[in-house]
């Protein structure tokens, strides 16, 4: 059984900084690609950072140069390192990975950016 356990977030003010992470279970961690999604009332969960299993990332525009995801195959977890965060960073943050059509997410973490 397929397991993403989240921890990380909370409130954080404008220009400050946080770490998520996601530890994987049930999974050969190391042949995962995974990522980070968020979601806001009312829209579509977006797709924020993802990295390869060989370690490739991408991005969204929209946080390109201030997040970054990373990955400690070792302990079967991913980050995502968030400096620079703005208001409208604020959602719901979801670890995924999927595999062969088969989807796992996380049990989401929100993040508040607010004074």
């Known amino acids: 059984q397929v397991q993403l356990v989240q921890s990380g977030g909370g409130l954080v003010q404008p220009g400050g900084s946080q770490r998520l992470s996601c530890a994987a279970n049930?999974?050969?961690?190391?042949?995962?690609?995974m990522a980070w999604y968020r979601q806001t009332p009312g829209k579509q969960r977006e797709l924020v950072a993802v990295?390869?299993?060989?370690?490739?990332?991408d991005y969204a525009v929209s946080v390109k140069g201030r997040f970054t995801i990373s990955r400690d195959n070792d302990k079967n977890t991913v980050y995502l390192q968030m400096n620079n965060l703005k208001p409208e960073d604020t959602a719901v943050y979801y670890c995924?990975?999927?595999?062969?059509?088969?989807?796992?997410w996380g049990q989401g973490t929100q993040v508040i950016v607010s004074s």
């Open positions: 995924h990975t999927s595999r062969l059509g088969v989807e796992n």
């Open positions: 049930g999974i050969i961690f190391r042949i995962y690609n």
């Open positions: 990295i390869t299993s060989s370690g490739n990332t």
